[in-house]
């Protein structure tokens, strides 16, 4: 384990790593001066929620795992087992996978006890949970409290998802890359 940490972070590749803590701190710092450019960015662009809204932090995440798997398949940043002292030949070989087909009573037992919580919980309880959490997601109140007490009055996931597609639709990532 500490040949291949040694390997992936580089560490080897100073006599002291941790002589004085200049390495350590270089890479700190270089750390974060890089967070500091991010989080400028993100500033100048409006801020985290603007940048949500238009799609900027999806891209940044998608380009940024797009560069690195580039740079693992081109040996630019090592991965032991996978482009460096991976194993080639037969030993290498996928395994067989056993796939298995899920029992299709499982389904029905899951419907049957969702019924029985439907059937058995206070309806107007949640009812009244369901439309303050509707009545809240048009503001700008924090959601939670209002999901654990619809939560908590037995409501479904599938009621409480309902009501905030109904408050702010069916998320559509931006298709730019």
């Known amino acids: 384990m500490q040949q291949i940490v040694a390997y992936e972070t580089e560490v080897a590749q100073t006599a002291d ?11 700190t710092d270089e750390m ?19 940048c949500l809204r238009q799609g ?3 891209h940044r995440i998608a380009q940024r795992a797009y560069e690195h798997q580039r740079a693992v398949e081109n040996g630019e940043v090592p ?28 389904a029905q037992e899951a419907q049957a006890r ?12 949640a009812r009244a949970a369901l439309d303050r959490l509707s009545q809240a997601a048009a503001g700008p109140d924090n959601l939670q409290p209002y999901v654990r007490e619809a939560a908590s009055a037995y409501c479904t996931l599938g009621e409480i998802a309902s ?3 109904e408050r702010f639709g069916d998320y559509q990532p931006p298709t730019r890359f």
Not at 79 to 106: I, M, Q, S, W, Y
């Open 17 to 27: 790593p941790l002589g004085g803590s200049y390495f350590v701190e270089a890479l």
């Open 32 to 50: 974060e001066k890089a967070i500091e450019g991010v989080l400028g960015e993100i500033e100048s662009r409006g801020g985290m929620v603007e």
């Open 56 to 58: 900027y932090i999806q």
């Open 79 to 106: 991965v032991v087992g996978v482009n460096k002292f991976a194993t080639v030949g037969e030993a290498h070989a996928e395994p067989d996978l056993e796939l298995t087909a899920a029992d299709p009573r499982a």
């Open 114 to 125: 969702v019924a029985r919580v439907r059937r058995e919980r206070d309806s107007a309880q």
């Open 163 to 165: 009501v905030l597609r």
